[in-house]
Nanobody, 113 residues
Framework: VQLVESGGGLVQPGGSLRLSCTASGFVFSNYIMSWYRQAPGKERELVATIDNSDGITWYTDSVKGRFKISRDNAQNMVYLQMGSLKPEDTAVYYC???????WGQGTQVTVSS
């Protein structure tokens, strides 16, 4: 299993970013995928999840209405479109496969003016 996140960067409050995760080493369409984040000094938290079959999504309350998770099973990709970004969204963002304990290297998102 390999998960490679990309798309992070420095953005001003109110801005947008699109994170991407390239998955390999498993049958991507068989698994629920998620995005997590870990802010400095805080525990890693689940941000969003997308089902592998019906596309049903779930979001933590703090990002509802601002973030959108999506996936492309043909390309083995999962995305996190982030909008109306706030300084408290600053964190390293990770994608994760259900039933797999490993993590990718993550991608840093910094929201600051």
């Amino acid at each position: 299993v390999q998960l490679v996140e990309s798309g992070g960067g420095l953005v001003q409050p109110g801005g947008s970013l699109r994170l991407s995760c390239t998955a390999s080493g498993f049958v991507f369409s068989n698994y629920i995928m998620s995005w997590y984040r870990q802010a400095p000094g805080k525990e890693r938290e689940l941000v969003a999840t997308i089902d592998n079959s019906d596309g049903i999504t779930w979001y933590t309350d703090s990002v509802k209405g601002r973030f959108k998770i999506s996936r492309d099973n043909a390309q083995n990709m999962v995305y996190l479109q982030m909008g109306s970004l706030k300084p408290e969204d600053t964190a390293v963002y990770y994608c994760k496969r259900r039933n797999y304990d490993g993590w990718g290297q993550g991608t840093q998102v910094t929201v600051s003016s």
